[in-house]
């Protein structure tokens, strides 16, 4: 058996051994994130376990439609006193993108690591990561399968969400055979692919229309036109009454711009506090620049969170992406 054969055992053992457990999916969390956390719910629950599910803030309600949703717990409006040994972490890069929730570790506690982040630093005291698994949600299904666990069609409903948002719809360029045989597998264990993708793909709020709107007059060409960016500053936020949920999404109008290379968004949560969502098509790794401000991600598909002002930030990364491009912003 290869190493990673072994994790995934390892992973389904770390579900067997404990009786009670804390699961955590990382924050601004995403379809992946939500689906595998959800996925792991259901794994323990067929192990007959008890668990906890935390996020650092809000889970978007457009995935409400998964099974188990209502018992995620955001941390930040609701407070937990337990103290728990057994800790699984999906999607998480690293400890920092699990947010606020070490408190709840027990001393000692247990950590079960599944993630396909290059970048994960493998915190974890069980990891499983592969960095060639399109979604985590693709090896919550190698776990299943390891563990013998049987694919419910709510198991399959999480794992096919967490699939197809984590490859754009099927589309982007990590939607491998295997990615596809999964999906098979799941529509046959009872997922019904059109609602799912209704729900992820093609619905969207008014908001996110009204902030789009102000987004697109942002947007800005730079670099030879390789780079497209655009901003939503906390002022857009505030008086579109949009949530940074409403405004995901957007750094792809960037990005699909034909020609250009990087798509970027920057967004204002809140005063000081800016989001970087940055969009790659194909020869630029964007997971590397996002790393150089304290982020990371995937090659085509990375973040990073940065302290002061909107400006200030834009241009700070419009100049590290001259670096890497070897073009000056406005030449
Ligand atoms: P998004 O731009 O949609 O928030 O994130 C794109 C990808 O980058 C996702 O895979 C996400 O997990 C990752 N990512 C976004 N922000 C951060 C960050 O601050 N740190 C790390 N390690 N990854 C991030
Ligand atoms: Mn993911």
Same mark, same amino acid.
């Given at each position: 058996?290869?190493? *990673?054969?072994? /994790? ?7 579900? %067997? ?33 008890? !668990?906890?599910?935390?996020?650092? $803030?809000?889970?978007?309600?457009? =995935? ?44 000692? /506690? ?9 970048? @994960?630093?493998? =915190? ?16 919550? =299904? ?8 049987? +694919? ?7 794992? *096919? ?6 490859? $754009?719809?099927?589309? *982007? ?33 008014? %908001? ?32 579109? $009454? ?10 792809? !109008? $960037?990005? @699909? ?17 800016? %989001?970087?969502? =940055? ?24 973040? +990073? ?14 100049? %590290? ?11």
């Amino acid at each position: 058996m290869n190493n *990673y054969q072994e /994790a995934l055992t390892e992973a389904a053992r770390f579900m %067997k051994a404990h009786d009670r457990f804390l699961i955590v999916s990382h924050v601004n969390p995403d379809g992946d994130t939500t689906s595998s956390a959800l996925a792991t719910a259901l794994l323990l629950e067929q192990a007959g376990k008890s !668990y906890v599910i935390v996020n650092e $803030g809000e889970t978007p309600s457009k =995935f409400g439609f998964l099974p188990r949703f209502e018992r995620i717990l955001n941390l930040s409006a609701d407070s937990l006193e337990e103290r728990f040994d057994a800790v699984i972490a999906v999607d998480a890069a690293d400890a920092r993108r699990m947010g606020e929730v070490r408190h709840l570790f027990a001393p000692n /506690a247990r950590i079960l690591n599944i993630d396909h982040h290059p970048t @994960n630093d493998f =915190f974890g005291t069980v990891n499983v990561i592969r960095t060639d698994a399109a979604a985590t949600a693709e090896i919550m =299904f190698e776990v299943m399968e390891a563990g013998g666990f049987a +694919c419910t069609p709510e198991l399959a409903t999480c794992l *096919y969400t967490g699939l197809l948002t984590d490859t $754009g719809g099927f589309r *982007y360029s990590n939607t491998t055979s295997h990615v596809m045989e999964i999906a098979a597998k799941l529509l046959r264990c009872g997922v019904k692919p059109g609602e799912i993708a209704e729900r992820c793909l093609e619905e969207i709020t008014l %908001k996110h229309v009204q902030v789009l709107r102000r987004a697109l007059q942002s947007l800005k060409l730079t670099h030879r036109n390789q780079v497209a960016s655009l901003k939503i500053s906390h002022a857009d936020l505030c008086e579109t $009454g949009a949530t940074s949920e409403d405004a995901s999404g957007l750094v792809n !109008y $960037g990005r @699909n711009i034909e020609g250009v290379e990087v798509g970027i968004s920057f967004c204002e949560p809140e005063p000081g506090v800016v %989001k970087v969502s =940055f969009r790659a098509r194909a020869h630029v790794d964007v997971a590397q620049i996002a790393k150089s401000f304290g982020g990371g991600g995937h090659a085509k598909a990375a973040g +990073c969170t940065l302290k002061g002002e909107l400006a200030a930030i834009e241009e700070q990364v419009l100049a %590290k992406l001259s670096e890497v491009l070897g073009v000056g912003v406005h030449e």
